[in-house]
């Protein structure tokens, strides 16, 4: 793991010149030498250039955590997971932040949203990042006979499906720029969120077959693409207005059958520092506390939920005082039961509440709601060494949300799948973390979305979840803080989607705001 970390600030980096794409989607990348020039004198910069795009989704940038690849007053908060947290949790019923600078009050309490929200903006960058300098890269191998190329052009259009998805789910619209896009110098028309999704679904299914079925840790392979594509289909019909939840469980039937990975035997092992060990992490982003340090990785989420007021951080694996943000709420901690002391789930002792209020009245009050410490810089195994900065990597996708997906696609009458395997491996979820067994009479598709936020909270899925079984916006389903109130209020069915930034929209007069903003 270490060599692939080490790559992701790598020497052939130094030589290629990345900018901020914002106002121009088509940029040519600026070079010192020419690629062919590059690869002879380094023959490892082009594994080195891929690594560069892994890290855009666990880095701020490759010069360190006080830089940013992103236009920005304040680099710390434009990495990709930073904002996808910020986006997908904080908006939604688990987690809430009080520090209120700048657009956060408007992500942690559903309301006033519009299109000058920096939040947004330094995800739908982020995207505009990654996009064309994957382009620019593709393109750039294709000129060369470099070892390991294909590989590398497959790779690079997997991070770019990766980074479009994140636009289907959270903008559903932008502008589709490829490689065959260079030198176009025009602003490109607006794509519509089925054309993203039928570019994306394309690009996985062609490259799936040609991707080894390991890869060096961090690194994409086989499994990772079919657990992409299960997670495109399994939104379909919000996407795109069909359901397909028959093509999630083939893919995810693959992930399991054919993908090698098992259950960590130990629930908190997978969020502790050492957990670049498991066997159950398909694709993690990889945070290191020496060599890829961030404020925007897996530091924001172990620091965030610490402060010395009512914690030790030295028992989370951190130095310094925690940076007191980030509580639970009991629309979370409550799926376990009220008397969490009580519970035999693993996963309800990962929250902190000595000295905390079960009610969150105000959550600009760092004792209301339970800090979650779900994620911790400790190691698993073995002796920690106190760091500011995070060793912990983010499973972004692992085995246990792909047998929870299977799950959900047999109740929603995928062919492939059987209700006897489904209620196995949501045992198997349960059981890990000493839950009890449910019946076949109790697996219903309430269940799923509650189990799936006992398994999956704080880990980026939970606004997507709720918008799929129709519970994001409305009224029917009320939390703390949804749409600015105490114990929640309805919200317009607008919020299924984010605004697009006012940057964006100044950078292509062809893109056009989502409706409502």
Not at 45 to 58: H, I, R
Not at 106 to 118: A, G, P, V
Not at 355 to 363: C, I, K, L, P, Q
Request: net charge negative.
């Amino acid at each position: 793991m270490k060599n692939f970390k080490n790559n992701i600030v790598g020497l052939g980096l130094s030589l290629l010149l990345f900018s901020s794409c914002v106002n121009d989607l088509d940029t040519e990348p600026k070079v010192e030498l020419t690629f062919d020039k590059l690869i002879a004198q380094d023959p490892n910069a082009a594994l080195g250039l891929v690594s560069k795009m892994y890290g855009t989704f666990a880095l701020t940038s490759s010069n360190g955590p006080t830089e940013s690849d992103i236009t920005t007053t304040d680099p710390g908060e434009t990495g990709f997971l930073r904002n996808m947290i910020n986006l997908e949790d904080f908006t939604a019923d688990d987690i809430k932040n009080r520090w209120g600078d700048n657009g956060l009050d408007q992500l942690t309490t559903t309301s006033k949203w519009d299109e000058n929200n920096k939040f947004f903006r330094y995800l739908f960058d982020r995207v505009y990042y990654t996009i064309p300098n994957c382009n620019n890269i593709i393109n750039a191998l294709g000129t060369t006979n470099v070892e390991n190329k294909d590989q590398y052009v497959r790779e690079l259009r997997f991070l770019r499906s990766l980074a479009y998805y994140y636009m289907i789910d959270c903008f559903g619209k932008g502008v589709l720029v490829t490689e065959a896009d260079l030198g176009t110098i025009e602003a490109k028309p607006e794509a519509s969120r089925k054309e993203l999704f039928d570019f994306v679904e394309a690009e996985l299914k062609a490259i799936e077959p040609g991707m080894p079925a390991k890869n060096t840790y961090g690194r994409a392979n086989q499994s990772v693409v079919r657990m992409l594509l299960a997670k495109l289909y399994l939104n379909a019909e919000v996407y795109t207005g069909t359901p397909r939840y028959d093509d999630a469980a083939i893919y995810i039937k693959k992930v399991i059958d054919e993908g090698g990975y098992t259950l960590s035997p130990n629930f908190k092992s997978l969020f502790s520092g050492d957990n670049n060990t498991s066997t159950e992490i398909i694709f993690p982003l990889i945070a290191d506390a020496q060599v890829s340090q961030s404020y925007g990785n897996t530091t924001y989420l172990v620091q965030g939920n610490v402060d010395a007021s009512t914690m030790t951080p030295s028992a989370y694996g951190i130095t310094g005082n925690g940076w007191g943000g980030h509580r639970a709420t009991k629309a979370w901690y409550g799926l376990y039961g009220s008397d969490l002391a009580s519970s035999t789930d693993d996963r309800a002792k990962l929250f902190w509440t000595a000295g905390h209020t079960y009610e969150m009245d105000d959550y600009k009050t760092w004792v209301n709601g339970y800090p979650a410490i779900k994620f911790t810089n400790n190691n698993y195994s073995g002796s920690t060494t106190l760091t500011e900065f995070s060793n912990t990597d983010f499973p972004l996708f692992r085995l246990a949300d792909a047998y929870l997906i299977y799950a959900e696609c047999n109740l929603r009458g995928a062919a492939s799948t059987n209700a006897t395997t489904a209620l196995q491996y949501v045992n198997d979820v349960r059981g890990r973390s000493h839950a009890s067994a449910i019946t076949a009479s109790e697996l219903n598709l309430n269940f799923i979305l509650d189990e799936r936020g006992r398994e999956l909270n704080l880990e980026g899925h939970r606004r997507t979840d709720l918008i799929r079984f129709g519970k994001f916006t409305g009224g029917t389903y009320l939390w703390p803080w949804k749409g600015g109130a105490k114990d929640g209020t309805s919200i317009p069915d607008t919020y299924k989607l984010f605004p697009l930034p006012l940057t964006a929209l100044n950078a292509n007069p062809n893109l056009k705001q989502n409706p409502g903003y």
